[in-house]
């Protein structure tokens, strides 16, 4: 693959991830559709797509991916949406990165994985960040959505921990959809009274399920094995910035300086633990060729 393609692919990957969060705040602030039916339509239409590139790969469907694993990609479409009720793009999108690394970088904690100085000093700075944006005040995002966002970040960083050893990321992904569909639609029945749709939201919601989610994905998944890991674990922090540009020229929503510094913190903060750890990594990968080199000169 090219360099000029990675890049492309990389990008277009990235802007369709931040334009989950600008589809759902656009379909749940300027048309009547609800945040149950919203999941749904999302999750099926992302089913959908994910089913046909597979197909398309293949010549053939074999169902992947685990009932557990679906749960909590419901769970995070669901807290997703709802979320998106009420909080701005770009602040949904930081508290969401934000919740999903801190729960992977947990995992490895208490995994038994030991965390660096400049790691530890990384940590404190993002969950800084992350307190400093929500503590009271004028400019504080609502807290019921914000609890919200948190949760489906959670949810996100533990379909991502159980994603990692699961196999053809594209078919378990195109699996996992199809089994959390219908509990969407359970969702939506049980909140029948409060549900409402129209055309726009109706297509809000395929635009998110179909392109952002499902196309963004398997385009994601093509482009990764070219990119190295640090690469790819650092690109990702362009997603929240790339919603807040989005959210402020599409949507008119304010930049407010509490969301600025947050931002810094937190995605600063990742940054120092990702390429930490990476650096940590190659020179642990390194240091055992040194030593054999030198053992075979000896």
Known sequence: MSYARIIALTSLAMIAFAGNSLLCRVALKHTSIDAASFTTIRLI????????????KR???????????????F?????????YVSLPAATGALLLFGAVQATMIGYGVWAGERLLKLQL????????????LLLPGLSAPPLYGSVLMLGAGVAWGIYSLRG??????????????LRASPVAVALSIIMLNGSSLDAAGFWYAVSSGALASGVGYAIWYTVLPALKATNAATVQLSVPIIAA????????????????????AILGGIAL????????????????????????VR
């Open 45 to 56: 239409s992302g089913a959908v797509m994910l089913w046909l590139v597979v197909l398309m």
């Open 245 to 264: 540009f989005g959210g402020i020229v599409i949507l008119g929503e304010p930049i407010t300086p509490r969301l600025v510094l947050a931002s810094v």
């Open 121 to 132: 000093v990384g940590l404190v700075l993002a969950l800084g960040g992350l307190v400093g």
């Open 273 to 296: 633990v990702i390429l930490e750890k990476q650096h940590t990594n190659g020179a642990q990968q390194i240091a055992p060729a040194d030593r054999a080199r030198k053992q075979a």
């Open 164 to 177: 990692k050893s699961a196999g053809d990321p594209t078919g378990v992904t195109a699996g996992n959809f």
């Open 59 to 73: 010549g053939t469907y074999a169902s992947g991916g685990s009932w557990l694993s679906a749960f909590a990609l």
């Open 75 to 83: 769970a995070y479409a669901a807290g997703f949406s709802f979320a």
